[in-house]
């Protein structure tokens, strides 16, 4: 097969770091990759940039890519699905082709993914299930170590997941509160690893958000992959995530 190459996108307060040996897991089966460093992770000087700011840069990437004539498949993580999502717009490979183009993005595999509905914000999704974090000029501070490790690293050992946690950023606040403005799901064929021990984005949520993107999808489904991780599948089974893109791509190599 003609690979295509990946995009991967983190998770809010997670640098692309964390993402290494995910990155290494394709690089090894012959994919080119790029990380994204969100724009929303870590404190800037000024206002603190929202998420436009992350599908700009993601979408620049994507464009540049497209007008090379190559495909591109999306992997997103937790936030990182409404940035995936949004970024799309204008680059849906179903679309260019109809106007003669090459290229352009062909999958989203979601990874234990936010997937907002057009319209709709990561804050929607989780109602007031997010009111707890702390806004301090106009960034999410990030949750104590324990609690962060216990939450979004559960499937690691206490002293590895610890460390894990301490890598994270403060993340911006505003993204959480901003409208997705195109229905990718509607052009592009949607994967989803869903994460069934995830103590973040739980199971019902997951599942909820899955329904929602085929209610929208024109009698299409969601190309659905479960797997017995907790939320940070990037850093507890890395070989797992990256072999689940893999499949959901096509690559029976």
């Not at 936030?79 to 290229?103: D, H, M, N, Q």
């Not at 002293?159 to 052009?187: I, N, P, V």
Request: aromatic share 8%; with cysteine; net charge negative.
């Amino acid at each position: 097969m003609t690979k295509p190459t990946i995009i991967v996108i983190p998770g809010s307060f997670s640098t692309i770091s964390g993402y290494a040996a995910v990155i290494a897991e394709f690089e090894a089966h012959g994919y080119a990759v790029y990380g994204i460093e969100l724009e929303t992770v870590g404190r800037r000087a000024g206002k603190a940039p929202d998420m436009y700011a992350d599908t700009a840069k993601v979408a620049a990437l994507v464009s540049k890519l497209a007008d090379e004539g190559k495909d591109v498949v999306l992997v997103p993580h937790s936030y990182g699905g409404i940035v995936a999502l949004e970024a799309s717009k204008g680059f849906a490979k179903s679309v260019r082709e109809k106007a003669g183009k090459t290229g352009g993005v062909a999958r989203i595999v979601l990874v234990t993914a936010v997937a907002p509905l057009e319209g709709q914000t990561v804050k929607d999704l989780f109602g007031g299930a997010l009111d707890f974090m702390k806004n301090e000029g106009g960034y999410l501070v990030r949750m104590d170590a324990p609690i962060a490790a216990a939450v979004g690293f559960s499937d690691l050992p206490a002293e590895e997941a610890q460390k894990w946690a301490a890598t994270m950023e403060d993340h911006s606040a505003e993204s959480f509160e901003q409208k997705l403005t195109y229905a990718a799901y509607k052009d592009i064929p949607i994967s989803y690893l869903f994460c069934e021990d995830d103590k973040l984005m739980l199971p019902e949520l997951q599942n909820k958000l899955i329904a929602g993107l085929e209610g929208e999808m024109g009698g299409q489904k969601v190309d659905r992959h479960s797997v017995k991780s907790g939320h940070a599948i990037h850093a507890s089974q890395p070989k797992t995530m990256a072999a689940v893109v893999r499949k959901a791509i096509g690559d029976t190599e």
